[in-house]
Structure formats: structure tokens, C-alpha cells
């Protein structure tokens, strides 16, 4: 028996319905959700991430460091990477635990097996006799760095700088009648610690920074020679095992094949191109200075800088930026810098803005006549380059000199 058209139609026309309807429910439903979601769900904390650099365009050496660089700023919230720290007693010691830091009582538990025996067949022991009767010794790479070659074959580096630190403390000490073992010398960028050991033998204090792991393994197994650490040398010396930089980061470190104790650092890896004789030495922690001196001075007492030596081949300029209340506060009479304009802008600063802040803080450089350069000399980038470090002196230094 055959149905009756009208009511297959009827049937279907159901059917039809019955089925847009659960569609209709189902976008409500979702529509409902992503309302919920937008509006009541606690809200998610920004965080600083770095550009994305293509593995494609990459050397394959690269990518494991950038992704750890990358996964690591991930968890600072912009809150806490762009603001200063409000040190108190609280915090003050977590911020020192998280710098790494390294002393002759570091001795005691350093494991030469797993630490100093790496240095073996890298490294040669040279002993230094310096004229003025300081002493000390320090570990050198046997091949491919400038400075330890220099060290190991003449037994010294950047003599003049050295000596010119040295009047500095020593004008210092007489002027206020201040002992040298009361001040205290900042090296930020140590190297393999060879301004760092020389100013402790002198019999000043040291502030040395220093991120790179292979330097680092040779300051501290110089910082545990029996004799360094029998002459003092070694106590007067304070190292920190991390970069300085405009906020807390995970950076990564690199250097020449010839020359591996010159780090570079790079915090940004859409900036990262490294040359074909250069390798990445890894990841380093990168903090501010201002934060770790406040939270030193809290745990220590007062610290008088007398001089500063930096040399971070290109990030002055970022290091300023986490470091200028102490760098330009007016406490350190003299900064020695490198300062290569150039570099300066490759690691993402402004060599201009950093001379502005100098003079705006009433420190001048000083030139090669004995005087300062005028404001407009210094933020005129040709008066520098490759080969003038120069020296930043302080308000107190400069009205001396006018009297």
C-alpha cells in the first residue's frame, strides 16, 4: 500500500526542524561559554616574552639555547622585569641567593674533582709578582684568548689601566684617611679575573661579576689557589656569577673561537646572529645591579666604591639601565667603561641616551688634555670608538678640580 505524499513531506519538514534546532542549541551553548569565560575567569598574568626567531633561518647550535632563553623569560611578569625591587630584610638575602655568589669560604665545599679538574690541559697557573710587592695567582686559558695569552707570555694586561686604579685607591685612602682594606673596587664583566685578583693583591676589596661559565671556572679555581687564598687575596674578593642587565632575564652568552673569554651577551633573539667563528656558551641569569648593591648593603653595611671598571662588550648601555642609581649616584668617583658606540647599538642600546644620563647625573668624561668633554662633544658619537675607554667622573671629582 503506498503512503500518502502529504504526510512523507509533513514528516521530513520534522525531521528538518527537529535538526537546526540542535545546532541553534548547541552555538547558544557555546556562545554562553565563551561569554563566561571572557568575563567571570580570573584574569592571566602578562608575561615578558621574547620575539620568536625561526628554527629554519637558525643555526641548528642555536636553538636549544634560544627556546631555553625564551621558556625561561616567560615566567617574569612585566611587573617584575621593568620595576625596581623594594629591598628589605626579607628579600634582600633571596635576591643575593639568586646571584650566585662565590667566596674563599666557597673553597671549602668547591669540588676540585668536578670543578677545577675540568681546567686541566685548559688552563696554565701563572703567578704574578707585581712591583709595587702585590702577589697573586690566576688560572689562564693555553690557547685561543687574547688576554691569557698576553698573561702567560708577558704577565700582564691593560698595565696602565691597572696602575691608574691603583693611584685612584691610593689618593683615595690619604685623602680621607680611609685604609685600602675598607674600599672596594667593582669590576662588572671580570673576564678570567685578572683586574679582579690584581686590585685584591693590592689590598682593596672586590665586587667582581662575571656570567660566563667557563670564566667563572677559572676565577673561582684562582680564588682557591692554596696561595691566594694564604695571602688574603682571595678574601678580599666577592664574585657573582651572573650578567648585569635593564631587568631580570635568561640571556644568552657567546664568544670567539679565538678568543673565548670575551662574552657577548644577547637578551633578544630576533637579534641574535652568531658569526660562523663564534659559539654559544650557554644561558646565563642577567639582574639588576641597583637591586643586588641595595640588597648587598643591607646584608653588609656601607660600601665605599672608590672605581669601577666595565667591560661587556656592547651592553653598557643596557647594564646602565638596571644600574643607574648606583653607577650615577655620585658614590663612585671614577668609571672606567668601554664604550664603542657601534657595539653599543648592535646589543639594542643608545650610546647617545647613555652619555645624556651621564651628564644628566653631573658626571663628565674626562679627555685626553687633562679636562671634560662639553656635553655636545659627548653625545657626539665620532668622539668614540674602538681603542678610548673612557673615564666617567663623578660630581665630587669635577667640582674638585675647578678649585
Not at 172 to 191: C, M, Q, R, V, W
Request: charged fraction near 25%; aromatic fraction near 8%; include cysteine.
Amino acid at each position: 500500500m503506498v503512503k500518502p505524499k502529504t504526510k512523507k513531506n509533513n514528516n521530513n519538514l520534522f525531521r528538518g526542524m527537529l535538526k537546526y534546532r540542535r545546532v541553534l542549541l548547541l552555538f547558544m551553548i557555546m556562545s554562553i561559554t565563551i561569554f563566561c569565560i571572557n568575563n567571570f575567569a580570573p584574569a592571566r598574568k602578562n608575561l615578558v616574552t621574547q620575539p620568536t626567531t625561526s628554527s629554519k633561518k637558525m643555526n641548528p647550535q642555536l636553538s636549544s639555547s634560544i627556546d631555553q632563553t625564551q621558556t625561561e623569560n616567560e615566567k617574569f611578569t612585566s611587573a617584575l622585569a621593568n620595576n625596581p625591587v623594594n629591598i628589605t630584610n626579607d628579600n634582600s638575602r633571596q635576591i643575593l641567593s639568586n646571584a650566585s655568589i662565590f667566596t674563599s669560604d666557597s673553597c671549602k665545599t668547591y669540588s676540585k674533582r668536578d670543578n677545577i679538574g675540568k681546567l686541566d690541559g685548559v688552563t696554565e697557573k701563572v703567578t704574578i709578582d707585581g712591583k709595587d710587592g702585590s702577589k697573586f695567582s690566576i688560572h689562564a686559558y693555553m690557547r685561543n684568548d687574547i688576554v691569557s695569552n698576553e698573561i702567560r707570555g708577558r704577565k700582564s694586561w691593560e698595565t696602565d689601566k691597572i696602575v691608574t686604579f691603583k693611584k685612584y685607591f691610593m689618593d683615595y685612602s690619604k685623602e680621607h684617611d680611609i685604609p685600602l682594606s675598607d674600599l672596594t673596587f667593582l669590576d662588572i664583566g671580570a673576564n678570567i679575573g685578572w683586574f679582579s685578583l690584581s686590585m685584591a693583591a693590592f689590598g682593596v676589596n672586590v665586587l667582581a661579576f662575571e656570567p660566563m661559565e667557563e670564566n667563572l671556572a677559572l676565577i673561582k679555581g684562582s680564588m682557591c689557589f692554596q696561595d691566594n687564598i694564604d695571602s688574603s687575596v682571595s678574601d678580599r674578593i666577592t664574585l657573582f656569577g651572573i650578567g648585569l642587565g635593564p631587568k631580570d632575564l635568561i640571556c644568552t652568552i657567546y664568544s670567539g673561537n679565538i678568543n673565548t673569554g670575551d662574552g657577548h651577551v644577547e637578551c633578544d633573539s630576533s637579534r641574535l646572529n652568531i658569526p660562523e667563528d663564534y659559539a654559544v656558551r650557554g644561558s646565563i641569569s642577567v639582574r639588576r645591579l641597583d637591586d643586588v648593591i641595595s640588597a648587598l648593603k643591607n646584608e653588609r653595611g656601607n660600601i665605599t666604591v672608590v672605581s669601577a671598571k666595565i667591560d661587556t662588550e656592547g651592553y653598557e648601555a643596557n647594564l646602565l639601565e638596571g644600574g643607574e642609581k648606583f653607577l650615577l649616584g655620585g658614590e663612585i668617583d671614577r668609571i672606567v667603561t668601554e664604550f664603542d658606540p657601534t657595539m653599543i647599538i648592535g646589543k639594542g642600546g643608545d650610546p647617545v641616551k647613555f652619555m645624556k644620563k651621564v651628564y644628566d647625573a653631573g658626571y663628565k668624561v674626562g679627555n685626553k688634555a687633562g679636562g671634560y668633554m662639553s656635553r655636545e662633544d659627548a653625545i657626539d658619537m665620532k668622539n668614540f670608538g674602538l681603542g678610548f675607554d673612557p673615564t666617567l667622573h663623578s660630581p665630587k671629582v669635577v667640582s674638585e678640580a675647578k678649585l
